[in-house]
């Protein structure tokens, strides 16, 4: 599908994947900024598994007055330093990891959003069996 025909669309929740050189790619896109904008307009999940997305996204005030954690190297990026340290932070609609080495809570923190607490309790008891 084309992202023009994936912005007519609406979703529950958009996850964007890290690294750098998506993030600029992301930036660049028009459509996905506006489609994200959308999101967070309608109070809807928007998700960055890695923080250098969450800025490069046109430095854009919907997304600059979150709480999130990055990449190591990005941390200096992040507007407040105080959730550096943490491997996912979930602020409101947006949920951010540090990246790949925090895929399981980074998974469970959109299954508790999404389906709530119990579940991913559930899902984490089973994935750590």
């Known amino acids: 599908m084309l992202l023009s025909d994936a912005a007519k669309l609406s979703y529950d929740i958009i996850v964007l994947p890290g690294g750098l050189g998506r993030a600029q790619a992301f930036a660049n896109s028009e459509a996905l900024v506006n489609l994200l904008k959308k999101q967070s307009e ?16 046109a430095g854009a005030q919907w997304t600059t007055q979150k709480k999130a954690t990055a990449f190591p190297a990005m941390c200096n ?41 119990e579940k991913a309790l559930e899902i984490e008891k089973l994935m750590l069996c």
Do not use: H, Q
């Open 42 to 57: 309608c109070g809807k999940y928007y998700i960055w598994s890695n923080m250098c997305i969450f800025y490069s996204c």
């Open 77 to 117: 990026e992040l507007s407040d330093p105080r959730e550096a340290k943490s491997k996912v932070v979930v602020d409101s609609r947006v949920i951010t990891s540090k990246g790949l080495g925090t895929f399981l809570e980074f998974s469970l923190a959109i299954v508790e959003k999404l389906l709530g607490r």
